[in-house]
């Protein structure tokens, strides 16, 4: 499968508790983007790689979420000190220049 | 700022009928706006995208949109509705695309009733 793919499909986590998502994105796309969805809504953006660089934060991402993306390749998005408000789907796309993203299944974290 | 609004949370339609799915946005400069489709418990898949050129652009599925400058809309269509189609719809919009981040829209449910 040459598609985005992204894990885990689901974390459950207790309050306080730091949780690591994982992206790989489709090999030839030089651009990542991660964002985040909650029910009922559609996706919001919370950042945005250049290859390794990360060229846009969303003001959504607090000092409570990073994100990485050594060489360029997969990237990771972690939450520490997780919060109830953290619960939601975690999606993340890839994309060349011609601008359509192509979406993973998502990661959904429930955080009791 | 970017905005886009997708006014009806839920389109309801016979099977076989044409459906439409309406979607306004606001954006600096030229727009490029796309459409994506949700099925349960899975990740947005592409429908089609407006760059530039034709205003009725064709997409996956036999979905089509037509671009609408002076009323900024961006309005998803298909002849002929199928049960198969039945899931959330986003329109999203972007200033640079593959540069700036698309805005999503917050989703219209459609059901196709057969």
């Known amino acids: 499968d040459t598609g985005v793919s992204q894990n885990p499909r689901h974390k459950i986590t207790k309050r306080g508790q730091n949780v690591t998502f994982r992206c790989d994105p489709i090999?030839?796309?030089?651009?990542l983007y991660w964002y985040r969805q909650t029910l009922g809504q559609g996706p919001e953006f919370l950042t945005y790689?250049?290859?390794?660089?990360?060229?846009?934060k969303s003001r959504l991402l607090s000092d409570r979420f990073s994100a990485e993306r050594p060489k360029g390749s997969f990237s990771t998005l972690e939450i520490q000190r997780t919060e109830q408000g953290d619960s939601a789907m975690y999606l993340c796309?890839?994309?060349?220049?011609?601008?359509?993203?192509?979406f993973g299944e998502g990661s959904r974290l429930t955080v009791l | 700022a970017q905005s886009v609004a997708q006014p009806e949370d839920q389109v309801n339609v016979a099977e076989g009928n044409p459906l439409t799915v309406k979607c306004t946005y606001s954006?600096?400069?030229?727009?490029?706006l796309f459409w994506y489709v949700q099925y349960p418990n899975r990740g947005l898949q592409f429908l089609l995208k407006?760059?530039?050129?034709?205003?009725l652009v064709k997409g996956s599925y036999g979905f089509e949109a037509e671009f609408n400058k002076s009323q900024t809309s961006f309005h998803l269509k298909k002849p002929s509705a199928l049960v198969s189609d039945s899931a959330l719809y986003f329109c999203?919009?972007?200033?640079?695309?593959?540069?700036?981040?698309?805005?999503f829209g917050k989703g219209t449910r459609l059901s196709v009733i057969a």
């Open positions: 954006v600096s400069g030229n727009p490029y």
């Open positions: 407006y760059i530039t050129g034709d205003n």
């Open positions: 790689f250049q290859n390794e660089a990360q060229l846009e």
């Open positions: 999203a919009v972007s200033s640079i695309p593959g540069n700036t981040p698309l805005v």
């Open positions: 090999s030839e796309h030089n651009r």
């Open positions: 796309a890839s994309t060349t220049h011609t601008g359509e993203l192509f």
